[in-house]
């Protein structure tokens, strides 16, 4: 694993491959996580998975600020754009789509959610994503339920899948498990959880279960961590 995964609390993930620096689902000033704020941060590309205040975040003030080129769904877009992000910055997908970057191939993947503005306009359907970076693939979930073609995702042989166990609004931990049979990933990383009360988990008993019950090597990181994944 040639790539740097750090977590910055809640969905928000900086990786830096190749001298590229991505950042997805930037929620930074308003979380109660985040080890930085959205004035610290570089960012060549910035991801979002769907329209949620708790994943668009500082999206639009980042990308103003560092030019980065935005992948979004293709109405978060047209918002991003609406909110002084330029046209030409923006990379509408929709899921099942992918694209070819400097820094790997992006694929958008499907996800059981919602997804609405934080001023309450449409925010098309909510994704994941799927990413090829040089020596390895990656899965971020993002905010969704359990689904079966996780295993289809999976059969691109992952080195690494991060999994929301927050409960509530996305997959609990014991839907996570399944999750992580259906993508078979060599590590397993949780987020989504302990930003605030109502999704409270124990990474350290979610992690003794995937170790019972799949092959995969969970990570924890704490927020401001990065991801070691040894050799493998
Ligand atoms: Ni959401
Ligand atoms: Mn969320």
Redesign the pocket.
Known sequence: MKATITWLG??AWSINTGGHKLLLDPFLNDSPTSPVKAGDVEADFILVS?G?A??VGDTVAIARRTGATVLANFEVGQWLASQGVAHEKIIGMNPGGGVRLPFGHAKFTIAH?SSSMPDGSYGGVPGGFLLALEGSQLYFA??TGLFLEMKQIGAVGLDLAVV?IGDL??MGPEDSIEAVKLLNPKHVAPC?YNTWPPIAQDPIAWANQVRTLTPAHPVIPHPGESLNLGQG
């Open positions: 809640h969905n769907h949620h708790d994943h959610h993002c905010d929301p609004f996305t989504h």
